[in-house]
């Protein structure tokens, strides 16, 4: 039995349209019940700080972007993430001018893009600064001292490295753990003492060749380094060794005398290598030293090459912790790629440079 207010089959039946149901069309009105309790709450608060109500905005605003993605990235969109990568980088004691431009060529790459789905405004900054920083590291042409040596050897001459850089960077040091290096790998190993401007410089060679066993020309003290470098790589010839190490003064990159010297040392002798040496404890130095080193060298030179440096080592890599932004600085700077690490004080304490582990280290 069907009461009044039951409703009849046809009105249940809802495969049957509406109007033939037996119902009358009328407009529906949602009634408003008033808010939730999560919204009354939120009003509280916000109006109690109207501060927080623009930061919660904010913070749905880029929740959205980050899952929708965002039509085209704006520079000012990038500022926040780019301050603090750049913050991160000076700490480990990247050049403030290099870690600025690095900034500039980042957003320059990002401006206009649209941002990924489910990615945020930060990591995307993150991931292209560190594409950025692997592209810089990665060395255009590889160079491979052994074949190269190997190579020098079949057309019947010494392979010629010689390592240049400032004051007290300890290039003596760094020349004689590189020796140990190729004897290591069964190639003959002659030492040119060409730092004939330090009263100590050659004895302090000498004691290095003594240790590792292996041959030293010099001229003594006071002689021309470019005429020494010259007959030490015909001794080489005539003896037979496979390289020739040629160590030099030490000279600040403003000492014009000295620089000169070195640019006819480097001019006279056909080097194979030219090889930097620098402290790897350096930070915004690194930038000038080496910049005007291989400029005032390029300038004294014959040649018409405008850059001089092959390879750049750098000294007391063990002693820096996570500050390793000097590599960067000078690999920037030079566009010549790190050769070498010394990382301790025996002469087996020599690496190479780990790109993957210097990138992560500059941006964890």
Known sequence: MVTKNSPTEAELNYSVPVDKRGIENKEVVVENHGKSMMDEKQDEVAGNDPKLNEKMEAWFSSIFQSVAGKANLEKSDLQPALKAIKDRLLTKNVAEEIAEKLCESVAASLVGKKLAS??????????????????????????????????????????????????????????????????????????AACDTFRSGAVEQLRTH?????????????????AIVAKQAIQEARRNGSDVVLVDTAGRMQDNEPLMRALSKLV??????????????????????????????LADLSNTPSSTVMDGIVLTKFDCIDDKVGAALSMVYVSRAPVMFVGCGQSYKDLQTLKVKIIVETLLK
């Open 267 to 296: 001019s006279l002798n056909s080097q194979d290598l030219v090889l930097f040496v620098g402290e790897a404890l350096v930070g915004n130095d690194a930038v000038d030293q080496l910049s005007k080193f291989n400029q005032k």
């Open 118 to 191: 489910f990615t945020s405004v930060s990591s995307t900054v993150q991931a292209a600064m560190e594409d950025a920083v692997v592209r810089i590291l990665t060395p255009k042409h590889s160079i491979d001292v052994l074949r190269d040596i190997h190579d020098a050897k079949e057309q019947g001459r010494p392979y010629v490295i010689t390592f240049v850089g400032v004051n007290g960077v300890g290039k003596s040091t760094i020349l004689a753990k590189i020796a140990y290096w190729l004897k290591e790998n069964d190639i003959s190993v002659m030492m």
């Open 209 to 225: 060749a003594r240790k590792l066993q292996i041959p030293i020309f010099e001229k003594g003290h006071e002689k021309d380094p």
